[in-house]
């Protein structure tokens, strides 16, 4: 993506609210994790934990102080980074202690790091309008003006952008910066473009009107470009109504000019328009035109919006329905070419049975337009009318006998154009109405440039012998990559967008399920496979080998591992799930076994006698382990009963002794135990910088990966019989636990849902994915069932 061509010198900025840190009102503070907040929005932050903080950064739990954001660690180094304010070409106006206050009061923050790099902030941040920067005065017509210099404005809403409303169903509310941001981060790359390109544009051309910035209104979730709203648009001016009077055309060559520089000049960046309307061209207080490309996207939406109302969205049309969009798009002034309704249609996935027409759109697609509008300038509103009653005449003769050719239409359109501008000009002006004739052609290889009929219409202000200081290198190539508007997503109805969403969202999800049939890694459970299972149609392989009870599995690395009570641990392949390895060495029965991938793929498993085994997964993979240890021994005691890991550097333990321990995967050394259940803990469970352990005793206790500590203890209040905690599922903020007595219960944010029994007996193992959960126990059964957390 290009540049944008605002600049300012990066100074480090608080990760939540995106404000300067400056020591005094926005102070950084350091965080056990290593990184810096500011001392506004670190009170800010929900302590769902006692005195335990998530960093905003990288999400990690993280002690806090009881007496507050103060007593951390000042980041003096990153103060030193800071410039001053004279070393600023703008500096920042000095905050307002109270309103700086009230400011991260609405910062309420849950767990949601920033999505988006520095680099991507710093591109962007210099087209974010302040919150309170603009003014709306007519919300139906999108008016409005910018408070600081009472400049007109008009919003124009980005369609695509789509997120949740700050404060509805959230706990975390975004700051208007970070709304923003966030906002820009969701969009499409190729969508990201050309927001990109039109505020590049806006920018640096005289002859397009300004585009402000980006303003949202959180109330209503919506995200607006604000664009220049210039004092005359020529549509809505009665001396245009008429067309040219006798002694108007130097007034018609000046502005024709200005329109074909206005054009050219979006051309020569890539962009080009697609379709124009009279309303896309506004006069400043000179009395010079100007292009809306705010008015170009609204141009576009009229012409989706005159299909969608054709109620021919999503199927086959005939010629005849083709002239009756010319017509209506005719009707509110919108003018294109035919190779880009054509263009429109296939985007909007119609198929059209008219076979004359295949040709490419191009630049000279809006030299179509663009002479429409000169039209409509030069002759007055008879143009548009005239051509209505043409179009529509030709279709009623089409329907009596039954034939409709796209190619005729327009020739038609064409032959009716050219007389019209034979009654309104005389033979002094026959360069320009040969011209203009030729601009309208079919096929638009045929077509002359815009900057030919820029020339052809300054020869009427400045005649060519007099033109000595003209010079026009640069060109524009009709095979250059660029981006046009009318097809581009902005000028999409709301309905179309969530349509084309749905669609990109279907097919991520069938790429992912066709890449390769062998992967195991992050497989995608849909309901097909569901409905496969219930009828029947679910291929099962029957894998003999252990020669006592399972009593766990792990996925990882191509393959599959089982331990037993027969004190092995087995490996099959996932390509044909033939056997292909046995790990010997436990004295004891095997109680668990996981896939760890960290510094090397690793297959861990541990044993009732309290033996820690780790094996190499190298080929050809060997019988004896790459390392064992042991917990300490004692006979009334049964062991190792689960697994864990987290990604840390640690491997967790659920012993017989009612700890978890934690042990260094590097060298095998006990690192802490954490102590507190009145049982043997049977599973334990890693997720979002929280270990998870269950219990016989009934409970769940919540352990912090940073220090080890307790957090909360779940289940001592849940109504019903207390029964021992088999396994657990956890998934950001859901929880569920299955029970020695065939039960489920369910937890989201620490809170009880509710319990239920998909089983007749202990539930031994649970797994998720998607909306299904996976549950199997003692009654020999598999229950799938599909969960709503709500």
Sequence with gaps: MDQLEMESPDVPECPVCLQTYDGEYTIPRVLACGHTTCESCLKSLPQKYPQTIRCPACTQLVKFPSQGPSFLPKNIDLLRLIPTTSQLQNPPKPHNKAQNDLQHHHLQVDSVSRLWSD???????????????????????????????????????LAGVSLPVNGSGSVFKLSYDAWIMNCLYGMREEVREQLSLILKICSKNSRICKVYGLWADLEHGVLYLVCERLSGVLDQLPQFENGLTENGLSSFAMMGMEMCEAVIASHLEGLCMGCLSLSCFELDDFGHVNLSLSEVLVTGRAVHEVIMEAGSDGRRICDKEIGKLVSESYKRGAFLSPEMLFEILKKDAIEVECVNFRYPVVHSSDVWSLTCILLRFLIGKQFTEELVDYVDHFISKSSEENSLDCSVLYMGLMEKVRAMIGGKVGEECESLQKILCRCLNFDPGSRPLVIDLWKCVR????????????????????????????????????????????????????????ENPDQVEGVRVDKDFVDGILEGKVKLKNMQGHLDCVTGLAVGGGFLFSSSFDKSVQVWSLKDFSHLH????????????????????????????GGIFLWSLTIPLRQEPLKKWYEQKDWRYSGIHALATAGNGYLYTGSGDRSIKAWSLQDGILSSAMDGHKSVVSTLAACDGILYSGSWDGTIRLWSLSDHSLLTVLGEDVPGTVTSVLSLFVSQNQLVAAHENGHLKVWRNDMFLKSMQPHNGAIFAIGMEGRYLFSGGWDKAVNIQEMNFK
């Excluded at 007099?466 to 046009?484: A, I, P, Y």
């Excluded at 997503?489 to 066709?514: G, M, Q, Y």
Aim: glycine residues 6%; proline residues 2%.
């Design 459 to 514: 020869e009427f202000v400045i005649k060519l012998q007099f033109d000595t200081m003209l010079r026009l290198d640069r060109t524009v190539h009709e095979k250059s990559k660029g981006h046009c508007l009318a097809l581009g997503e902005f000028s999409l109805v709301p309905k179309k967008i969530l349509e084309i969403h749905n669609k990109d969202e279907v097919l991520r999800a069938d790429n992912s399920s066709t």
């Design 582 to 609: 046995t790990f010997k060495g436990h004295e004891h029965k095997v109680m668990a076994v996981i896939y760890v991938d960290e510094e090397q793929p690793l297959c861990i498993s541990g044993d009732s006698g």
């Design 119 to 157: 680099e991507f902030y710093a591109t962007w941040k210099n087209w974010v309008l302040p919150n309170d920067g603009v003014l709306v005065e007519e919300k139906r017509n999108g008016f409005g003006c910018l408070k600081e210099d009472n400049r007109k404005v008009r919003f124009f809403k």
